[in-house]
């Protein structure tokens, strides 16, 4: 488990900075783009794919980040806060299995979209598959952390992390 738990803390800096990369990217490409459409009245028209595209990137890596922490994504914690101990690490344990399967689905149908769109983007005229990639990449993140989470819910006395 420690050398799973040091392969994620560099994982997880790698894709920090990624991240930041890729918001500085956004930010210079549509700043830019603003800049181009008031001062010289010409929008630069690849800005949008590769803006959308980032974007996803960000989200799906961000969300796997975020699953690092326990509690870091969204949940309801509703019925596991009015329940006893081990009701509540059953109910966590179904949730995190259920977000693996989704990760799984996701980094699958990423490699089935990178496989079958062999289409190019209508500007920038780049294979669809680097766009696709981006989601294969956050699934992959997404259940790297959620595995790393759970191994280390199940492993702590009484399953309660809070």
Known sequence: MKAYRKFMKAVTKV???????????????????????????????????ITVAVFVLI?????????QEDGGLVN????????????????????WICCMIYAVVLTY?????MI???????????HKYWFWLFIVIGGVSLLLHLTC??????????????
């Open 116 to 126: 079958a769109d062999n289409t190019l983007t209508p500007i920038l005229h780049i």
């Open 15 to 49: 894709e920090e900075v990624v991240l930041s990369v890729a918001m500085m990217l956004v930010l210079v490409l549509t700043f830019g783009n603003v800049i181009a459409r008031k001062i010289f009245m010409h929008s630069w028209g690849f800005t949008e794919e």
């Open 76 to 95: 309801l914690n509703l019925i596991p806060d009015r329940v006893g101990p081990k009701t509540a690490k059953a109910l966590r344990t179904i949730s």
């Open 149 to 162: 989470n759970f191994i280390d819910a199940m492993t702590e006395k009484g399953g309660d992390r809070r």
């Open 109 to 113: 149908e990423g490699v089935g979209r």
């Open 59 to 67: 989200s799906l890596l961000g969300a796997g980040v975020a699953a």
